[in-house]
């Protein structure tokens, strides 16, 4: 007994999209089917059933007698999920062997409703689209300023020393060209933890604010000038030599000692320590030197400047307003 021949759809057909056409098994499986019916179906279920034919039912379809040509049914078709979408289509239903052959033409206004329903899902996705724009521009600009926050104090709004870290390696990799010079500042508060003992933090944040702004005030656009910790702060100046950092040094504990800062009974106080960049200095090096010459400033009375020199043995200390060096302190 030979097996009943399988029919297969011709390739021509398949990409069509407003004509529908499959091969159903009596089980309800779909052995093949073309663009228009599967997209019919997408959307409307997870997966095809025999429930997805609402009229007539599969059941009905498959029970149908069967006309000479083969015709079981001609009419109105719709398919979709029994509780959701639905499209309708007109055509005919055939058997073949053992499977139910669908050829039918989408109602106009079915094929209306999916044009639609393609256009709604368009613009939702292009709302989804500007919406996730939209936050990726605010998420961007959120790290920016975590960024921001993370290289600025928050207290004097100046930058962390990472920062003038950052710009004095640059500024040296300048200096082997250019061989200009270059200076760092770095000036502590005198006697800052007996203020914020006797005023408490709040005060003392006051006093760091008001340094800040004498800070901001005092440097160039090409100066650098950053809050380096607690109580120091240090300014880097390029294009400037000794005298012109000393004459920073000195303008900024002059403006500190003639002002006064309430609720403080009397002006506040600071020591500067100046270092010049040396040939073949490292970053480290240059600190040293300055750090060295702040706490010479600090051993001998406070409220002074103090220059490095390349030993401490040569470090000058200028004190009480003279620009000449305090040789006894040499």
């Known amino acids: 007994m030979s097996a009943s021949p399988i029919a297969i759809l011709p390739a021509w057909l398949k990409d069509f999209r407003a004509i529908a056409v499959a091969l159903i098994s009596e089980d309800g499986q779909i052995v093949e089917a073309n663009e228009g019916f599967l997209m019919t179906l997408a959307g409307i279920s997870e997966g095809f059933s025999t429930a997805n034919f609402i009229e007539p039912s599969f059941n009905l379809l498959r029970r149908s007698p069967v006309q000479a040509n083969g015709l079981i049914y001609h009419g109105l ?5 029994p509780d959701g979408a639905q499209r309708a289509f007109s055509g005919r239903v055939y058997r073949m062997n ?8 989408m109602d106009i206004a079915a094929f209306e409703q999916m044009n639609d ?4 899902l368009r613009k939702e996705l292009d709302d989804v689209r500007r919406q996730l724009s939209k936050r990726n521009h605010a998420l961007q ?3 920016e300023e975590i960024t921001e926050l993370k290289q600025h104090d928050t207290v004097t709004g100046l930058p962390h020393r990472v920062i003038l870290d950052m710009r004095m390696e640059e500024e040296i990799t300048r200096w082997e060209r ?15 933890g007996k203020l914020n003992a006797d005023y408490g933090r709040d005060v003392g944040d006051e006093v760091l604010k008001h340094i800040a702004t004498l800070l901001k005030q005092a440097v160039r656009t090409v100066d650098v000038a950053v809050r380096y910790g607690g109580q120091e702060f240090a300014i880097l100046l390029p294009e400037t030599n000794e005298m012109g950092a000393l004459i920073v040094a000195e303008r900024m504990r002059m403006d500190l ?3 006064l800062i ?3 009974l009397n002006p506040i106080s600071a020591s500067f320590g100046v270092a010049v960049y040396l040939s073949g200095e490292q970053r480290e090096e240059l600190y040293g030197r300055a750090w060295r010459a702040l706490k010479h400033a600090k051993a001998h009375g406070k409220n002074a400047v103090t220059i490095a020199g390349v030993v401490g043995e040569c470090d000058h200390l200028y004190q009480g307003g003279s620009m000449e060096p305090n040789v006894a302190n040499i």
Do not use: C, H, V, Y
Request: hydrophobic share 55%; aromatic share 4%.
């Open 178 to 192: 250019s061989r200009r010079p270059l200076a760092l500042l770095l000036m502590d508060i005198d006697d800052f």
């Open 262 to 264: 309430l609720p403080l």
């Open 117 to 120: 329903e393609n256009e709604k």
């Open 98 to 105: 053992q499977m139910l052959f669908i050829a039918a033409e």
């Open 257 to 259: 000692s003639s002002q």
């Open 77 to 81: 078709l719709t398919l979709g999920a």
């Open 141 to 143: 600009a959120a790290l």
